[in-house]
């Protein structure tokens, strides 16, 4: 099997070459170049990518990339991609951040990570890579301005990924199912399935089926209400995790323009002239003796600190709320109101039950806590093949419903929702500090509207809930795809240079409850199915009586709900900046000169889809404007 044996040679290579590999890892001021054509904030998902990117297209311009974590590739190269089993110990570091409480949500607090690390979060994610559906692709584009949809996204979509199908004996042991004509590229990240599923996987598939929800083969293609097969980023054969630190770096060949700075955090871009004087001064500061100095750039700086820190980076240099910038002591240099608002992310509470039948499958995850299995299940994992459990990340499955599936009185929230956006009550959902900001407000109202259109399509996702196995906890959670609240990202005042202070504000736009419930309601249905019955299927929660009377379920949403399935974005919206908005189409932040954001940050809202691969698809869309302007 050439591919195996190819695969096999550049695993030996990183393994026995990681200094030659890095030879552009930089640790210290002093070994850096006088200036830099490009400086990139931050070595994650988006900023490795662009850096990636650049380097191989502008031969003649540097790139440095400024990183606070540091490489960080576990003993054997990678680390294993289960974690939801045994943690692993050589897991890299990340961020851990507790939110603020949120008042709506019976005062809970969302604890949420962020990787810290070279490839950022994609190094420490669950794996899960699945696409949004176009239609959120379309809706954004909407509000942004021109040229975001989907049918300009979805090359980069296939730009950025190898995807490889399963052997035919996997792909027939497991049911998995695709369409070829949704991948094509021959990206640095890998796409693919596990070789091993738990024994009890086909029982929710059943169970949705019967629920009415329908199996897509292929939901990568723009296309995704109903059952979906999602790959994982993961390598087809090693099975090992597939990374920005990875394919966008570690793997890139050395080039003599492409250096990475690591253990440094950037504080902030400096206009000495004003910011229509650009491109900005890069301070940084040095993690390990604490030592502050200016980097020069000459073309441009992009910030790609993910959705918490690069509105850090942007108020820290006085670009945020004029308001919020006062109170800190920052003196304006571009009053933003967008910068770190209309923070979303992924929310949901979950239905559970027990089996009282004998729920005689084998293995279930449970097995892992059986030394003989795990010992076995570790083998498998370094045969050069690899196969059982240790290949499987968080799961490969998921159901997205649309509103107009999930309740026949979608209409009735819709209205709710274009109601609010007309008769001026909107505003009163937004942030308090924001709330009386005329920008904000349109912008609100604006997307108010787009995702009201959204939620009544019966095509477009509303609700999602993934699975794996039903052990050894029977649940499935209510992921709220398009959530409306909105919340904050500020600086700490007392310290600027510390973890900003997370204001989630979940459910505070009261339409999202109504949403939550009725996909509760809904999927408390699969419990009914036979195959559920068959199996002695017994509801724990939120239980029949609950479910009947909304404000107890409402009670039940408020203190079950997990507060982060770990999606923050928006926070540096693509919007006109009478909009509130931060970047324009190209990226650029209003009013600024020759600084960019490319990273998560600058999604006007959620997709229907965990993050990672439409950070991929934005970074990589985003260097080819970048590449065009500078060629
Ligand atoms: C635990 C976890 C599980 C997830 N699960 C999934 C999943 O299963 N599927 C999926 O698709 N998505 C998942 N996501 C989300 C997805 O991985 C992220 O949305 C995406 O990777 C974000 O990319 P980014 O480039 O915006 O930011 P990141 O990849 O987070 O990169 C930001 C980088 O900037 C660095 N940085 C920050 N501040 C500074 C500074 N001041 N100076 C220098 N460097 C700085 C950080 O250290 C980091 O390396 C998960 C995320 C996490 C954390
Ligand atoms: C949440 O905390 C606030 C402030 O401590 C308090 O006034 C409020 O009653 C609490 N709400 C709930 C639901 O516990
Ligand atoms: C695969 O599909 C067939 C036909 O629908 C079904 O009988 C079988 O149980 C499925 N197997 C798995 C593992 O899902
Ligand atoms: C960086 O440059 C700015 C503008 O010239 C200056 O105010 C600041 O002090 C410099 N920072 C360092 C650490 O030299
Ligand atoms: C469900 O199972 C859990 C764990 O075994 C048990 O504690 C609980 O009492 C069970 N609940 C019901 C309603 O059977
Ligand atoms: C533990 O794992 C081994 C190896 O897979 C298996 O043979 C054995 O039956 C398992 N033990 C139990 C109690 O399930
Ligand atoms: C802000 O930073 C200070 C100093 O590091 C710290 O003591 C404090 O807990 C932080 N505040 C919050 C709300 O995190
Ligand atoms: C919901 O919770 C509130 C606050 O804890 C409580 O006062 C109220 O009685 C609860 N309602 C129901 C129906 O459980």
């Known amino acids: 099997m050439g591919f195996v044996r190819m695969t096999l040679v550049s695993l030996a290579v990183l393994a026995g070459a990681t200094s030659a590999q890095n030879a552009n890892l930089k640790r210290q001021v002093s070994q850096l170049r006088p200036s830099y054509d490009f400086v990139v904030v931050g070595g994650g998902t988006c900023g490795l990518t662009v850096a990636d990117r650049l380097t191989a297209a502008l031969p003649a311009k540097n790139v440095l990339v400024i990183e606070y974590g540091d490489v960080h590739f576990a003993p054997g190269l990678f680390d294993p991609p289960t974690l939801w089993i045994t943690p692993n110990p050589d897991y890299a570091p990340s961020w ?74 996997v792909a027939q042991q497991y049911n998995y199912t695709w369409d070829i004509s949704a991948y094509g590229g021959t990206g640095p990240i890998y796409s693919s399935w596990a070789n091993f599923q738990w024994a009890d996987q086909p029982v929710l598939d059943k169970s ?29 054969v090693t099975a090992r995790r597939s990374h920005a630190g990875l394919g966008h770096y570690a793997d890139v060949q050395p080039r003599a323009n492409y250096d990475l700075l690591v ?58 709320p004029s308001s919020f910038l006062g109170t800190a002591g920052i003196p304006v240099v571009l009053d933003l109101p967008g910068v770190g608002s209309n923070l979303q992310d992924h929310v949901g509470p979950p239905v559970t039950w027990n089996y009282t039948k004998p729920y005689e499958f084998w293995p279930l995850p449970s097995q892992m806590r059986n030394t003989t299995f795990k010992d076995e299940a570790t083998a498998a994992f370094n045969d050069p093949v690899a196969h059982g459990p240790y290949t499987m990340a968080g799961g490969n499955n998921a159901i997205y419903v649309s509103l107009p599936h999930v309740t026949a009185q979608y209409k009735d929230i819709t209205k709710k929702i274009r109601r609010m956006a007309t008769d001026g009550t909107a505003a009163s959902y937004l942030p308090p500090d924001i709330r009386s900001n005329t920008e904000m407000i349109a912008g609100y109202k604006q997307q108010l509207l787009v995702l009201a259109n959204l939620l009544e399509n019966s095509e477009s996702p509303s609700l999602e809930s993934p699975w794996a196995s039903s052990e050894p906890i029977a649940l499935v959670w209510a992921f709220l795809l398009h959530p409306l609240s909105r919340g904050t990202v500020r600086l700490n005042l007392t310290d600027h240079l510390a973890m900003p202070i997370l204001d989630y504000r979940s459910g505070s736009n009261p339409v999202d409850f109504d949403i939550h419930l009725a996909h509760l309601r809904f999927l408390r249905g699969v419990l009914d199915t036979p195959t559920m019955k068959q199996h002695g299927a017994v509801e724990t929660g939120p239980g029949a009586a609950v479910a009947a009377d909304d404000a107890a379920l409402r009670n039940y949403t408020k203190e079950q709900s997990f507060l982060s399935f770990l999606h923050p974005c928006c926070t540096a919206a693509m919007l006109p900046k009478p909009k509130g908005g931060v970047v324009g189409p190209d990226l650029k932040v209003h009013g600024a000169k020759r600084l960019r954001v490319v990273d998560i940050s600058i999604l006007p809202f959620l997709p229907s ?23």
């Not at 909407?142 to 989907?150: A, K, M």
């Not at 090359?155 to 190898?162: A, E, G, H, L, R």
């Not at 889809?609 to 698809?617: G, P």
């Open 263 to 320: 253990k440094h955090q950037v504080v902030r871009v400096v206009y000495p002239r004003g910011p229509k004087s650009g491109p900005p001064l890069v301070e940084v500061r040095s993690l390990v003796d604490n030592h502050l100095f200016n980097v020069t750039v000459s073309k441009e700086v992009i910030i790609s600190a993910g959705a918490f820190h690069t509105p850090t980076v942007l108020q820290r240099s006085g670009i945020g």
């Open 208 to 236: 949705f089926r019967e629920l009415g929800i329908r199996p897509r083969t292929e939901c990568a293609g723009g296309d995704k209400e109903g059952i979906c097969w999602v790959p994982a980023s993961q390598h087809p």
């Open 96 to 169: 851990d951040f507790l939110a603020l409480p949120n008042p709506d949500m019976a005062n809970r607090s969302a604890s949420i990570q962020v990787g810290q690390t070279v490839g950022g979060s994609s190094a420490v994610n669950g794996m899960f890579f699945d696409r949004g559906s176009h239609l959120d692709y379309d809706a954004w584009t909407e509000v942004s301005g021109p040229d975001w949809s989907w049918k300009s996204l979805f090359p980069y979509f296939k730009k950025s990924v190898t995807f490889t199908p399963p052997p035919p004996a």
């Open 609 to 631: 889809a965990h993050l990672s691969s439409t950070a991929y698809a934005v970074a990589e869309k985003a260097s080819d404007i970048i590449i065009g302007d500078w060629h």
